[in-house]
């Protein structure tokens, strides 16, 4: 198994409990994004740093991604792709997509999409608070645990 991270937009505090993951389960973490991003010296961990462009850094972590992985992603579509191939989509706020829940997300996500389009404001996500970095550390912890 490895953990692949769709890190251009994941949060810092979640990049840090991966890494420290890495460490401890020695599984490899993959850093994916179209700009550098900072990672510790280690052979748990590595960046891969992909052109710029819509969706480049989601379509490489699918093309990568094998059955058994994790990908750690707020991108609803992407974990839905993932999870098709069978692989597994964590939130960095600690939600597990799966087989059973994806499909009202994706519901969801085009609801709220076809509202901004016709002008609604619907506001943002909440910001990343202490709970969801706990929530994140735990969902993460009973995932490898599982399936390691």
Not at 10 to 30: N, Q, Y
Not at 47 to 67: K, S, T, Y
Request: charged share 25%; aromatic share 6%; net charge neutral.
């Amino acid at each position: 198994m490895k953990i692949w991270v769709d890190a251009d937009a994941c949060p810092g505090v979640v990049k840090d409990i991966l890494f420290r993951a890495a460490e401890r389960t020695k599984i490899l973490v993959t850093l994916v994004a179209n700009q550098p991003v900072r990672v510790p010296r280690s052979p748990h961990v590595r960046m891969l740093q992909v052109p710029a462009g819509f969706d480049v850094a989601d379509n490489e972590i699918v093309r990568q991604c094998e059955p058994g992985d994790l990908v750690v992603t707020a991108d609803i579509p992407l974990a839905a792709e993932i999870i098709e191939k069978g692989g597994h989509a964590l939130n960095p706020r600690g939600e597990l997509y799966t087989t059973e829940n994806i499909r009202s997300r994706l519901n969801m996500r085009d609801f709220m999409d076809t509202l901004r389009a016709s002008g609604i404001d619907t506001g943002g996500p909440p910001a990343f608070s202490q709970r969801d970095r706990h929530a994140f550390a735990g969902a993460l912890d009973r995932f490898l645990t599982r399936n390691s």
